[in-house]
């Protein structure tokens, strides 16, 4: 009986050790998500064209030698695309971003779409400050990035889950090339949260039959989840969810990348079982 109930003692002391150090390795501790991805139509040249997503700062700030700028230069990226909140609650944080878009400007292009929270404060400020860093901001319109002879189209809007993103301006009206789409949230995919959809979303979804893969983050994988029962609610309201928290799920005709992000927010500002993310995908043509 004595030994049991030491065992039971020395358990209770352990277990809040235990949780405390693994909420500290997931919120502090970034890992690579590297994905392939088989898209309808690339081109031969554009086989293995490696995309490199960050999302989701919250204004954490990363030194130019940290763990993170390693491993973005260790991905060999051909692009870098950014899907939104740069800061959580003032403008000035999109600062503490400017030592690692440094590395990332270095490694490859970077492109950049803004996030709800960017919305909230000041998002001129923001692109502002991306665009001095060298970032090129998609603010519901297109560009085309070109590898090997061969052509993507790389498509950004505005946050959809502040109401901000016009998709139809964004995608062009008609293309050979495969589109890649960059939205901060995954509004459109979602179930519907309790909040609701926003009106402006309305009918958008047909329009999203033309993009190959969409890229976006907002969910922070849940950002605490429980064992068994998994995430206990994502930034959009959902309590809960059994899909689109994280990962690469299949969508009408094209993929959805849902990112955990690098970053967190809320009250408390720490993760669980729902690691920071920087996430790699290899796009892969169709067999």
Not at 187 to 216: C, D, N, Q
Request: net charge neutral; charged share 20%; aromatic share 6%.
């Amino acid at each position: 009986m004595f030994a049991v109930k030491k065992w039971l003692l020395r358990s209770a002391l352990l277990l809040p050790l235990i949780l405390a150090a693994q909420v500290l390795v997931d919120t502090y501790a970034v890992e690579m998500e590297t994905t392939e991805v088989e898209i309808s139509d690339l081109p031969a040249s554009l086989d293995g064209c490696r995309i490199l997503q960050i999302s989701d700062f919250h204004g954490r700030r990363f030194a130019r030698d940290s763990s993170v700028a390693k491993q973005i230069m260790a991905a060999a990226p051909d692009i870098i695309v950014l899907t939104g909140d740069f800061v959580d609650k003032r403008a000035d944080e999109v600062y503490n971003l400017y030592p690692l878009l440094e590395v990332m400007t270095a490694a490859a292009p970077v492109y950049a779409v803004s996030g709800n929270h960017d919305h909230r404060t000041n998002w001129p400020q923001i692109a502002a400050a991306l665009r001095a860093a060298g970032v090129e901001v998609l603010e519901n319109r297109h560009v085309l990035v070109r590898k090997n002879g061969g052509t993507l189209v790389l498509a950004g809007v505005n946050d959809p889950y502040s109401g901000f993103a016009n998709l139809e301006a964004a995608l062009p009206q008609a293309s050979a090339c495969p589109i890649i789409l960059l939205a901060h949230a995954p509004t459109w995919f979602e179930p519907a949260s309790i909040y609701g959809s926003s009106p402006v979303m309305a009918g958008e979804k047909a329009l999203l039959g033309k993009v190959a893969l969409t890229l976006t983050a907002h969910t922070h994988g849940g950002q605490i989840k429980l064992p068994l029962l998994g995430a206990v609610t994502t930034a959009s309201g959902r309590l809960f969810p059994k899909s689109h928290v994280e990962g690469l799920i299949r969508e009408q005709n094209g993929w959805l990348y849902i990112s955990r992000g690098i970053g967190q927010t809320g009250f408390p500002p720490v993760r669980f079982l729902s690691r920071a993310e920087i996430s790699l995908l290899i796009l892969r043509a169709a067999r």
